[in-house]
């Protein structure tokens, strides 16, 4: 095992993967940062030159694409309020702020330097503990996941906005949307009307562009009087001591995001959220989260990005994909003769070790790469708010309409739109409803699931055989404690 | 725009070997062909397909580009093809149980049989029923004897209602007239981790997931789809009284019906030789994938025969 290690150490090494993993790097990010390309897809389309590759190279490529892409997705997150993906929501809430603040390229760095350290340091744990992790793994079934996803629900009504009853509310509505649509165990419609396009359910990203960026975009031109501006400026680069200030969170978000990834089928939405709620909570002055506040873009950041390295290990000892994209990744492996399964590491564990220090040296060349890009990036505040705001308009309706060319998004985007300013006129936060919409999915499918396990008898099942009842126990506790705590930090006569 | 950038990156990459520059000519294809695939990206769809349209431009002269479509179980994907001009130009690449047996689980907003045709039916994936290594289910009457002492206290994972794993499951429960505990997940990775982790009993796989866990030791196969068998010692379904086309997942490329049968004949020829290509057959060996063509006509009459077995396999699961 460890000369395996050695060895794949020294594959790992090559000009042709730093090159490979660069290009894979910097196309992944421009197709991130473009609102409409999701970074899966991107994979899927670059699928086929890792065909041709070897696999030092190849799937390294995809890797980079992938990582690259997740960084993407937060650059017009923070520079216009426009998350492309559930997982850059936590952060476009402070990194838009700042942005508005005139620190567009501090908050830039700080989510480049917080994913870069979060993906790191997940990477290496992944690489170390990887056999412990795979028998993780095995521990989730549906009812387990449906209870941690029950528990990061509440967690996110608990700690989002100033009145968690409001942010109950929303969530409870966003659950409702996301139960639009086919019934994903029995195959029934649902509140669909008889309109064909709701049987796929309500898309994700008109919501996004449509509850986050439009309310943006219409602030901006309704007080055009006021000069008030997008930005102007971008501002100075993130210094030493800032990080330093933020460490603490970017650890524990780094803990919350590699816990996260070990639980097939949970995600970078949820670590994003969970990172953000903990920092949030944690802080002496949590009434700066929201408000532009650095250590919030570091919290979600490290976060989903510490995902990543757990999620690969049920491909790499199973060879089984726990999601979309370690499902791409599988084909790379397959079509390389590299065949996925409990038997990969005894006969390729060179060639396993190589890929996951290459996971490594993309973060690092990363951090290079996206230091040196954000520059170019951030300017895109300097451009006049005469020009930006269409741009930014025609961005969110092209994006919207590019992501699968149907006009009934367009619909979508509008309405939500309209919805995002009612809601902030009546200072509802949208985000318990975002997330309400996008854990509901994997929450029912699970308690389907659930319920098809227990064959009738539910109850019976979750308390004799499974370790579900055992953590909504738990999520009293620790629902009790973040409320308290949050109480008791608020100033008298505030609640 | 985007989409011609993305489309560049893929000419850049050595993907498209076809010269544009005869695309001038006024005969088909004279641009690139969509080939729309309503699930999401990595499944076996999204890879078959990635290496069909990385070589089939050699010999079509044009570019072939897949679109993603996933939606309503592959309902939104199949529509969008219907409703697409029918020059040729918009392919629908899907499976059997899409194809035919939807249309009897859910108002569909087309009719399979006659507002498509088949062009070429690429190959198709036999199932296996697997156990782990440890089951106390030696062979496949072992299983039937336990499911029909207690009904439904087996456990079967599969990939979704109606699906690619669900539907042969549902075929031997009604042929041997037994009863599972069919549980759903989200495609047939989750199910096998299902089956490995002991959440489930049983489970079947296609032989490109199944034999890393064979070689490792970890699953036992019971039996697998058609009258040969697959691996030596293994009944086939024929043999344990499951009969027909069960447990077969056919991946066709259908076009809307009316295309010109200029159109078609170019489609055909250009499948005809990408099977002969040295690259294509390396290619799906290495994804443990067969090649089976079988031509539009041949298909639709086995179309025809899917559509009555599927109605008449809902009708009964579903007790009317």
Redesign the interface.
Known sequence: MLDDFITGFGMAFRLDTFLMISAGLF?GML?GA?P??TT??????????S??LDPIVGIPFLLGVYKGGIFGGSIPAILVSMPGTGAAVATSRDGYKLTQQGKSRKALDMALCSSVFGDTVSDTFTMLMIFPIAFL???F??PELFAVLLLSLVIIAATSGKNPLKALVMMLLGLWLSFI??D????V?RFTFGV?EL???IPLLPMLIGVFAIPEIANVVMRSDKVQKLASVMGERLTFVEFRRCFRTICRSTAIGTGIGVI??LGQVVAAMMGYSAAKNASDHPETFGEGELEGIAAAEAANNAVNGPTMV?LLT?????D?????L??AF????L??????FEEQGATVFAILVAMVIANLLFLIIGYLSIPFFARLVQIKTSVLVPLVLMFAF?GTF?F?SDGFDLIMLVAFGVFGLIARAAKFDVMPMVMGFILGSPLE?AF??TL??G?GATWEFLFSERMGAVTVLLAIPVIGIMLWRRLSKLPAGSH | ???SI?KK??LA???VVSALGTAAWAEYPEKPITMVIPF????SH??NA??I??IIPTYLEQAMI?R??????G??GT?EVANAAADGYTLLFTHNYVDMLQQY??DV?YDPLTDFVPIARVNYAPIGVVVRADSPYETFDDLIAAADADP??I?MSHSG??GALFVPAAQIMLARDISF???????G??A???L??G?ADVTMGFP??L???I??G?IRVLATAGTDRMFDDVPTFAEVGVEGDVGFMHRVLVAPAGTPDEAVAKLTGAFAELIEDTTFTR?MG???ESIELLDGPTYQALREEQAVAYKELVDQLTGQ
């Open positions: 196309g197709v473009l409409g390309f899966l897809l991107a994979m899927a389309i670059l699928l086929p030159i065909f041709f793994v095995m521990q079934g549906p649509g086919t994903p165990i029995g195959g419609d064909f049987r796929s359910g097939p089928g049920p199973l060879g089984i994909p726990g979309n994209v370690t499902a791409i599988l084909g397959v079509a390389q003769g065949r996925p399964g409990p038997q990969l092209a590019v699968r499918y389907g699931q098809s396990m064959n | 725009m985007f989409t993305l990156v893929a990459g050595g993907l999401g990206p990595g499944g999204d890879l990635r290496v349209t990385s897949v993603l479509t996933p939606g309503a179980g309902q939104t529509q689980v859910t907003p439904g206290s456990r209602n109606w505990n069919l549980v759903p997940y989200q495609g990775g989750p096998m981790q299902a490995l982790s959440d490109s997931t034999s890393g866990q070689d490792a970890e290619m290495r994804l443990n």
